[in-house]
T-cell receptor, first 107, second 114 residues
Framework: RKEVEQDPGPFNVPEGATVAFNCTYS??????FFWYRQDCRKEPKLLMS???SGNEDGRFTAQLNRASQYISLLIRDSKLSDSATYLC????????FGKGTSLLVTP | DADVTQTPRNRITKTGKRIMLECSQT?????MYWYRQDPGLGLRLIYY???????NKGEISDGYSVSRQAQAKFSLSLESAIPNQTALYFC?????????????FGPGTRLTVL
């Protein structure tokens, strides 16, 4: 079983929609969690860290459930510019990257 | 100027050739990493280094070697390239310690082995 699992999508949503991505991880000793964003043919960039209490950054909300070993990312009021691949990343001593979830926001 | 740079950005080579990919950073970070990305497989760690002369194998180190001669530079070599090493290669850096240390990626090198 891969350490980090994500639904690859693609998720096709209209502008203004709310969309949620989920991610599960296998190592219960994992220490920290992140969401990275990757545009086509570009490098990944940190979108946000994920804290146990949940955290919000503008239209983006991240949640962590340690008991279920589950991480989520919620995007509200989707913009065309949100179209990208979203990578779930888990630090279990080294960073383990999910394969990514593809999002396409359409007009 | 970019904080993490990679050269070359694109390279086409033939099976059996020796290839070196270079990574330089101006962030002053101690930790540097090499990853490869393949469609449908995500990012996989090849090698990493926590300091000059410190080298550690990652998930898929076979067929690769690295050199960390200076804090700012981390090079990846393919001694005898083979077609299944065709991929997008990323270098990344991180500040020392801290479980929340963000990794900063270079722009990537697209390598094609014919």
């Amino acid at each position: 079983r891969k350490e980090v699992e994500q639904d690859p999508g693609p998720f096709n949503v209209p502008e203004g929609a709310t969309v949620a991505f989920n991610c599960t991880y296998s190592n219960s000793a994992s220490q920290s969690f992140f969401w990275y964003r990757q545009d086509c043919r570009k490098e990944p960039k940190l979108l946000m860290s994920v804290y146990s209490s949940g955290n919000e950054d503008g239209r983006f909300t991240a949640q962590l459930n340690r008991a279920s070993q589950y991480i989520s990312l919620l995007i509200r009021d989707s913009k065309l510019s949100d179209s990208a691949t979203y990578l779930c990343v888990v630090n279990s001593g080294a960073l383990n990257f999910g394969k990514g979830t593809s999002l396409l926001v359409t007009p | 100027d970019a904080d993490v740079t990679q050269t070359p950005r694109n390279r086409i080579t033939k099976t059996g050739k020796r290839i070196m990919l270079e990574c330089s950073q101006t962030k002053g970070h101690d930790r540097m990493y090499w990853y490869r990305q393949d469609p449908g497989l995500g990012l996989r760690l090849i090698y990493y280094s926590f300091d000059v002369k410190d080298i550690n194998k990652g998930e898929i180190s076979d067929g690769y070697s690295v050199s960390r001669q200076a804090q700012a530079k981390f090079s990846l070599s393919l001694e005898s390239a083979i077609p299944n090493q065709t991929a997008l290669y990323f270098c990344a850096t991180a500040a020392e310690a801290g479980v929340r240390n963000e990794q900063f990626f270079g722009p990537g090198t697209r390598l094609t082995v014919l």
